[in-house]
């Protein structure tokens, strides 16, 4: 894509990724063609509404989709790799070691008969030859960095005695124990007060910079995007409708819904009063219209939403999935 | 707006009083003071917001509100009454008037019912109209949340985790509570739909006076919808106040981090980047808080007698309390 940086390829490449669900009734599309890269040491911002794809787009990145119901095309490259043609083995040796993931919920991703230390010397072992004991002293320094208090007790204890703050933490110190160079972020944060939140933040960003590992960062926090990503993906619908630099987005979204979005954010409006937010709920996959996904919902449709709309690229930076984009001056979460 | 998935028009508002209650964990390596000492009152037809850090006791103190939690110590009373006081019949209406909406959908969904029979389950059980009708209130309260009705034949591991939140929201809304304990209920939805969610709530509390305790992360999320706000850190309220007072003008030093560490959805050049108040070490175990003032080993404001002394509640202005011996603007 032209608003990348030029010079390198980029770390990750998704191509025209389309998932669909197989059932009983027949198949259910869920994402359509997205697109997007990762460039090395790149933090970027997924957001979107509530079920438009994001989790399970990240989920197929990994080869983490239930096989027997999930059916995807397209192409996954990492480093100009396509994980979608790898065999199983080639996808496990990098999972873990080059990609990792942080995932929405704790619980799925750690396993209650093992300890903590056990798990984290296991990711370790898997991919380097590291002895138990190095094992074990990685496994600690990776709970210090997290912020989980008195770290070398703590290793042998099982996830359900740590809180559920810690145990994301827990779960962020396995995805960085290999130094991966890309690590999926599914809502990292969600379940975490702002004071361990911001320490989180602090340790993701300081990672991303001094060992280059690039940040897929899905998030519905407008605010932590603010703070660490340098590019935003707008999702709707299981399509990526707007690609842009953070601060562009958040002063001048190119997309309607976009910007509807940031129009949404509690600060906007006064305290106890309603709250603003976009009418309407997003089509159900059979329900899906022909052309613009947004139109039902959109203030600006017009006489030609109804055509299919391709991202478009707005200027070196910027794309958008909306034929009006140059025309419209849309409001985002400042003035 | 339709009536069925509304309270019944002749009940009023629930008032509910918490006066030293206390919540404790025996645990093998010692006992866990999740809630300790607490009082407070959330008054008929408000929104009581809830913060503080993770492992706070915010959920222990929401179940406890809900009647699902015994208490170690203290009492609550419900429109002035103790439940011990209530007859059968009161005691089983105040268990349908008396909701919680769990922090973790996925924990709450039966992974073999389908979101439909989930939704219609607390209607079957207390056999309320025919499954007609059942079946139509739920399909009301799954539009209500946003949902398309055909999201109904699904099972809980084909939902994404904001389907699965709002499919708990309906699924309580189903009941018509007149008390909702709400503990994070929000968290996984994008902006709009959380938006849409909050307004919700605030029409069924303008229309029928349902009183909410309001439990969150979010403090932007806190300080719009919450009439009243109290902050816990390690089981004990530290300040508590009405939501302007707390969130504009925080004056216990806790408070103040915690407001300070909200990240801002504004353009770099318009973040003040010394603006948090960056706090010191980590939350003190449960097992073993510090002595005197349990924030003390993480407070940038804290003296000798932090250490020595339990601060007293003071009233520090008409309805806004603090526990800290030098509370006042940061
Ligand atoms: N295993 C599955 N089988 C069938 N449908 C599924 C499955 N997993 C997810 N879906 C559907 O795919 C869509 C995308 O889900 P996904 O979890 O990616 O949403 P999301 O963008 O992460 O939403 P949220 O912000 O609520 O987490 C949703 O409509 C969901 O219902
Ligand atoms: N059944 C239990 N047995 C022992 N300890 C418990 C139990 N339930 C909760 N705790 C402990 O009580 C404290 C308060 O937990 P609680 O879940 O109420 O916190 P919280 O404020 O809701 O945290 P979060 O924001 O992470 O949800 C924690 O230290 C927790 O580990
Ligand atoms: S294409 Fe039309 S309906 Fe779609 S976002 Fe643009 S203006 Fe709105
Ligand atoms: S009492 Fe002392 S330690 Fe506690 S909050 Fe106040 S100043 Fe800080
Ligand atoms: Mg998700
Ligand atoms: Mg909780």
């Not at chain 1, 509530?50 to 989709?65: A, I």
């Not at chain 1, 987005?249 to 305290?271: I, M, N, T």
């Not at chain 2, 109904?152 to 939902?159: A, I, K, N, Q, S």
Request: proline content about 8%; overall charge neutral.
């Amino acid at each position: 894509m032209a608003h990348e940086e030029t010079g390198s390829p980029p770390l990750l490449a998704v191509e025209n990724l389309n998932i669909a669900f197989v059932h009983p009734g027949g198949e259910t599309a869920i994402t359509r063609d997205v697109s997007f890269t990762v460039n090395a040491g790149e933090r970027v911002g997924v957001v979107g509404e509530s079920g438009c794809g994001k989790t399970v787009t990240g989920l197929s990145l990994l080869g983490l989709l239930p096989k027997r119901t999930a059916r995807v095309r397209g192409r996954i490259l990492f480093q100009g790799e396509d994980l979608l043609t790898m065999s199983a083995r080639e996808l496990r040796r990098r999972r873990g070691r080059d990609i990792s993931m942080i995932f929405q919920e704790p619980m799925s991703a750690l396993d209650p008969v093992f300890t903590v230390g056990e798990q984290l010397a296991e990711t370790l072992r898997a991919h380097y030859p590291v002895s138990r004991k190095e094992a074990r002293e990685r496994g600690i320094a990776a709970l210090e960095e997290v912020g989980i208090p008195s770290p070398h007790l703590r290793i042998d204890d099982y996830p359900y005695q740590f809180s559920g703050g810690m145990r994301q933490r827990v779960m962020i110190a396995m995805a960085l124990i290999c130094r991966p160079k890309l690590v999926i972020a599914d809502e990292p944060t969600t379940a975490l007060d702002v004071t361990v939140q911001a320490q989180i933040i602090d340790l993701l960003c300081e990672l991303s910079d001094t060992t280059g590992t690039a940040l897929l960062f899905i998030t519905h926090d407008l605010g932590v995007v603010a703070e660490t990503c340098s590019r935003l993906l707008t999702m709707y619908a299981g399509e990526v409708v707007e690609s842009a630099p953070v601060d562009t987005v958040l002063r001048r979204p190119a997309h309607p819904y976009s910007s509807g979005l940031l129009r949404s954010l509690p600060g906007l409006s006064e305290r106890g009063g309603r709250l603003p937010s976009i009418p309407g709920r997003v089509p159900a996959p059979s329900e899906m219209p022909a052309g613009c996904r947004f139109q039902a919902r959109c203030p600006h449709a017009a006489d030609g939403c109804e055509q299919g709309q391709p991202l478009r690229e707005l200027d070196r930076e910027r794309l958008a999935r909306c034929w009006r984009s140059a025309e419209l001056t849309l409001p985002g979460a400042v003035t | 707006m339709n009536a069925r998935l509304t309270p019944r028009p002749s009940t009023q508002a629930a008032g509910v009083r918490a006066d030293r209650v206390r919540v404790h964990f025996p645990t093998r390596a010692g006992t866990v003071k999740a809630v300790d000492d607490v009082s407070f009152d959330i008054r008929p037809g408000e929104t009581f917001g809830l913060i503080g850090e993770s492992g706070s006791g915010k959920t222990t103190l929401g179940r406890a509100l809900a009647g699902l939690q015994p208490l170690t110590d203290g009492r609550l009373f419900y429109d002035g009454r103790e439940p011990s006081s209530l007859n059968r019949a009161e005691r089983r209406r105040q268990r349908r008037d008396h909701q919680i909406i769990f922090q973790d959908p996925h924990a709450a969904l039966n992974p073999r019912m389908t979101i439909a029979q989930s939704v219609m389950e607390p209607l079957d059980i207390l056999g309320d109209g025919d499954r007609a009708s059942r079946r139509r209130v739920a399909d009301e309260a799954l539009e209500r949340v946003g949902l398309a009705p055909q999201i109904g034949r699904r099972y809980p591991h084909e939902l994404s985790g904001g389907q699965k939140q709002r499919v708990n929201i309906a699924r309580t809304l189903t009941l018509r509570p007149r008390f909702i304990v709400c503990d994070e209920v929000v968290a996984a939805l994008d902006v709009s739909i959380r938006g849409a969610i909050l307004n919700l709530f605030a029409d069924l509390q303008d229309e029928f006076g349902i009183t909410y305790a309001f439990i969150t992360h979010d403090i932007s999320v806190v300080s719009h919808v919450s009439d009243r706000v109290g902050v816990l850190y390690l089981g004990r309220l530290m300040e508590q106040g009405p939501a302007g007072a707390v969130c504009e003008q925080p004056l216990h030093p806790y408070t103040q981090a915690l407001l300070s560490a909200e990240p801002l959805p504004l353009p770099s050049d318009r973040r003040d980047h010394q603006r948090r108040i960056r706090l010191q070490g980590e939350i003190p175990s449960p097992l073993n808080p510090p002595s005197g003032c349990p924030f003390r080993t993480r407070c940038p404001r804290a003296e000798a007698r932090c250490a020595e002394q339990v601060p007293a509640w003071r009233e520090v202005a008409p309805d806004h309390r603090v526990a800290c011996h030098f509370a006042g603007p940061a």
